[in-house]
């Protein structure tokens, strides 16, 4: 958790004098923005990209969820726009009586996520056998991404597929030690526990991998998977939050219900012996990421902040006048 300098942000801030605050946390230094934009009435616009309310549950916190929608609402009522990643955090927000909202999507380089030639140099480095169905993890190893749900998963697959699978799991978190226990526990052979990865490492892991499997719920987006998507690697995920936003089930990937654990097992020895369908899902999603060009999202981010700019400085001049 950082704490920032205030005097030192003001310092800075003044020396840059900047027109509009773009605030991409409502905590901390989001917090000193909001503050000085609002003291020297600055335009500001805010992005919201994780369901904080969603995290208490998975830390026993939920008597504070009302205590932080009251703060979320005050950081956000003089906000000229809330940009979220997808529509159903536009949704969801907007049940929370949040207005101004406007959809500000998540691109994938397809530079860096594509398909490779040679699966087999990949899983050797790792000493991974390059003849398993590979099932692939890529995110933070912490109570909210259900990781859980995967491995237990993984567990009840059938003897004769489990047999012919390995399961990798890629990222840090807090969860790292208890969740390698549990892998001991079912397999110690086919589970294994990579670490953080970046760069073309990581890309060369989505591509190499059989099958993407992501089994978080609280997700505004879940940018990992577009990244494995792009790498041409079939998806499955849970039918919530802004995963579903990108996987249309059947067409662009499979999903789960929430907490499912045996339909995602069940998503996961379909996608292993339907090699028909994970061409199908794989066509259709790297169809699908050629459309999502960070250019003309950040054409359309652009876009709305002049727009902001321009009505503020309108109102501005109407109130001068009068």
Not at 97 to 104: R, S
Not at 123 to 131: A, L, P, R, V
Not at 172 to 186: C, F, N, T, V
Request: overall charge negative; glycine content about 4%.
């Amino acid at each position: 958790m950082a704490f920032p300098n205030p005097i030192h942000i003001k310092k800075s801030l003044q020396q840059f004098q900047p027109t509009l605050f773009h605030i991409a946390t409502p905590f901390n230094i989001g917090l000193l923005g909001h503050h000085y934009a609002s003291k020297y009435n600055i335009p500001f616009v805010a992005s919201y990209h994780t369901n904080f309310d969603q995290y208490l549950n998975y830390y026993k916190m939920q008597w504070m969820e009302p205590i932080l929608w009251k703060y979320m609402l005050w950081f956000h009522q003089e906000c000229k726009k809330i940009y979220v990643p997808s529509q159903s955090t536009k949704s969801y927000l907007e049940q929370k009586d949040l207005d101004n909202i406007e959809i500000w999507g998540r691109g994938i380089d397809t530079e860096v996520f594509h398909p490779i030639p040679n699966r087999d140099e990949v899983w050797n480095e790792y000493g991974i056998s390059t003849d398993k169905f590979v099932i692939l993890y890529v995110g933070r190893l912490a109570l909210e991404k259900n990781i859980d749900v995967l491995i237990n998963a993984y567990n009840q697959l059938s003897k004769e597929i489990k047999d012919q699978c390995e399961l990798v799991i890629v990222g840090e978190g807090p969860l790292y030690k208890d969740l390698s226990e549990l892998a001991s526990r079912i397999s110690k052979d086919s589970i294994h526990f990579l670490g953080f990865k970046q760069g073309i490492k990581l890309s060369e892991l989505y591509a190499a991998a059989d099958l993407f499997a992501f089994p978080s719920a609280t997700e505004t987006f879940g940018n990992v998977i577009l990244e494995a998507m792009a790498s041409g690697t079939p998806v499955i995920g849970i039918n919530a939050g802004g995963v579903k936003d990108n996987i249309i089930h059947e067409k662009t990937g499979l999903l789960s219900p929430y907490n499912d654990i045996t339909s995602f097992k069940n998503n996961m020895e379909r996608l292993y012996n339907d090699s028909k369908l994970r061409y199908t899902l794989t066509n259709n999603a790297l169809k699908y990421c050629k459309e999502k060009s960070w250019n003309a999202i950040f054409d359309k981010l652009l876009a709305s902040f002049y727009e902001v700019e321009t009505n503020s400085n309108q109102n501005t001049d109407q109130i001068m006048i009068h």
